[in-house]
């Protein structure tokens, strides 16, 4: 079974501008949660998505926003780019919020 | 507010040696926590976990304790390996919600 796969790997943004990353989950799991890893700071929750619908929302900026597709499928933009914005957004799924969660490999974004 | 907190950033440890990685919450409401591992450029995996309704959960190197009345958790690898070398993510969650919080992580290093 495919794992999680997040595209781009990398990516290179200058302030102001906007990003758009995507995650597809593994076959048959339908929860989809965003995080944002930065050195000291762990993994901050960013949303969480079910059958196209955000169930929940970490404490980010409105900058931050994504949406599930019907096929589970998932993106999540970031606009006005920040310096601080730089970090590795990890996408993780399951088939549901009570099972383990699997990630994917993570797209490194540097906004310089 | 950090619920989750892992106070180590880094922990060595020789070949063959016992290494315990310490995690603290302060939400009394979570009742599942996980361990997850993680190597560069890679996304974390999860290791093991436990349900608060046990205080030991064991598979192979890996033992997980929890102390409920300490809000505290530990991981014991024994014995450890270098290819144990990683990032060591705390988590923890209410199964009646949405999100998972993480700590900040705990880098181990293995000496062969």
């Known amino acids: 079974k495919a794992g999680v796969t997040q595209t781009p790997r990398y990516l290179i943004k200058t302030r102001g501008q906007q990003v758009t990353l995507s995650c597809s989950p593994i076959s048959g799991h339908r929860s989809v949660s965003w995080y944002q890893q930065t050195p000291g700071q762990g993994l901050q929750f960013l949303f969480e998505y079910f059958s196209e619908t955000q169930r929940n929302k970490g404490n980010f900026p409105g900058r931050f926003s994504g949406r599930q597709f019907s096929n589970s499928r998932s993106e999540m933009n970031v606009s006005t780019l920040e310096l601080g914005d730089s970090a590795l957004y990890l996408c993780a799924s399951n088939r549901e919020i009570t099972d383990t969660q699997y990630f994917g490999p993570g797209t490194r974004l540097t906004v310089l | 507010d950090q619920q989750v907190k892992q106070n180590s950033p880094s922990l060595s440890v020789q070949e063959g040696r016992i290494s315990i990685l310490n995690c603290d919450y302060t939400?009394?409401?979570?009742?599942?926590f996980l361990w997850y591992k993680k190597y560069p450029a890679e996304g974390p995996t999860f290791l093991i976990s436990?349900?608060?309704?046990?205080d030991k959960n064991e598979d192979g190197r890996f033992t997980v304790f929890l102390n409920k009345s300490a809000k505290h958790l530990s991981l014991h690898i024994v014995p450890s390996q270098p290819g144990d070398s990683a990032v060591y993510f705390c988590a923890a969650k209410n199964t009646g919600g949405f999100k998972t919080i993480f700590g900040a992580g705990t880098r181990l290093f293995v000496k062969a």
């Open positions: 436990i349900s608060s309704i046990k």
């Open positions: 939400n009394s409401m979570f009742d599942y």
